[in-house]
């Protein structure tokens, strides 16, 4: 059996230097844990997780698992909630001037990347919120809360790297699991006081318990 590879990448030192405890660090480490911290947005995102895979690919012969761990808005979820996305969405890509749909990137076929990746787990158009789905919506803005649509109404998660992660680990075939700690409504009065405050509370011990069952 193929050993594995964890490694957990946060966007900004501001979602551990407060809630990640000596104890848990420890038990990272114990574990061969790494955390890598990206910058913040989809390109930083993309930067740094495509490095990492890539030179494990060369460098290593164990199976990466890669877990996004972050604050994020939400429309669905109240504040203070952890919530493990399974879908990602890029809600800032709109061309709809030049005749493509919202969400849509201008000839791709797939928009929704799902967390299962079996072969290149884009599915295609079609019916996108089955019951079990908790969609993270990724762009370079706060603006979540006027990004929804009639097809998408509400979003269970408003970031900015998460469908990087997912889709460059969905086109190498690397695992990928993400949590998200919910800091604020995604409103248009929320702010960055609201978000920072409640990263302070950001659940790592029971974020690593749920790491250290990953298969």
């Not at 050993?3 to 480490?29: F, G, H, M, P």
């Not at 890669?66 to 604050?71: E, L, P, T």
């Not at 299962?116 to 979540?144: E, K, Q, W």
């Amino acid at each position: 059996m193929t050993e594995k590879k964890i490694v957990i990448l946060v966007a900004w030192d501001n979602e551990t230097k407060n809630s990640l405890s000596d104890a848990d660090k420890q038990r990272l480490d114990d574990n061969n844990i790494e955390i890598v911290y990206t910058g913040i947005g989809k390109i930083n995102a993309t930067r740094a997780i495509t490095d990492l895979v890539v030179r494990n690919e060369y460098e290593s012969d164990m199976d990466l698992h890669i877990v996004n761990v972050g604050c994020a808005g939400s429309h669905t979820t109240g504040v203070r909630n952890l919530i493990k996305p399974n879908h990602f969405i890029q809600r800032d890509m709109d061309a709809r001037q030049f005749g493509y749909e919202q969400y849509r990137t201008p000839e791709e076929n797939g928009w929704i990347i799902d967390d299962t990746f079996v072969g290149y787990p884009l599915h295609r158009d079609g019916h996108m919120r089955p019951s079990f789905d908790i969609v993270c919506a990724t762009g370079d803005n706060a603006n979540g809360y006027s990004e929804t649509s009639d097809e998408v109404p509400a979003f269970d998660a408003v970031d900015m790297e998460a469908f990087a992660f997912a889709f460059v680990c969905a086109h190498y075939g690397v695992s990928f699991t993400c949590f998200k700690w919910i800091t604020d409504l995604a409103a248009e009065d929320s702010t960055i006081e609201e978000l920072i405050e409640n990263n302070k509370l950001l659940p790592w011990t029971q974020i690593i318990d749920e790491i250290l069952l990953l298969d």
